[in-house]
């Protein structure tokens, strides 16, 4: 069964950093679509960056020069390098794990096959 689990989040202060983990277990890292999403509260969930099976990525414009998505395929694990950090990054932060097809596609965060149970991030100012 494919199980995603994340892990790093925690309390920083504004221009601090923090590395998310997404544990994948059930299909190998190297061959699926694999993004980032968050939510803050009372928003909806926005989509922060994907990796294709190639290793592709494409960043929200809010994240883009900030944010690094990776994947390890010895351990099996997406990555989410986050740097500068801004109160607004606050959030639940999920790794999903997305129909590899639609990966490049504007529409990808619909296709979502896969939720991970989150890992909260909270920046302070």
């Known amino acids: 069964q494919v199980q995603l689990v994340e892990s790093g989040g925690g309390s920083v202060q504004a221009g601090g950093s923090l590395r998310l983990s997404c544990e994948v277990s059930?299909?190998?890292?190297?061959?699926?679509?694999l993004g980032w999403f968050r939510q803050a509260q009372g928003r909806g969930r926005e989509g922060v960056a994907r990796?294709?099976?190639?290793?592709?990525?494409i960043y929200a414009d809010s994240v883009k020069g900030r944010f690094t998505i990776s994947k390890v395929s010895t351990n099996n694990t997406l990555y989410l390098q986050m740097n500068s950090l801004k109160p607004e990054d606050s959030a639940m932060y999920y790794c999903?794990?997305?129909?590899?097809?639609?990966?490049?596609?504007?529409?990808?965060?619909?296709?979502?096959?896969?939720w991970g149970h989150g890992t909260q991030v909270t920046v302070s100012s």
């Open positions: 990796i294709d099976a190639i290793g592709r990525t």
């Open positions: 999903a794990a997305v129909n590899s097809f639609f990966c490049n596609a504007d529409s990808w965060y619909k296709f979502v096959e896969r």
């Open positions: 059930g299909y190998p890292v190297s061959s699926y679509c």
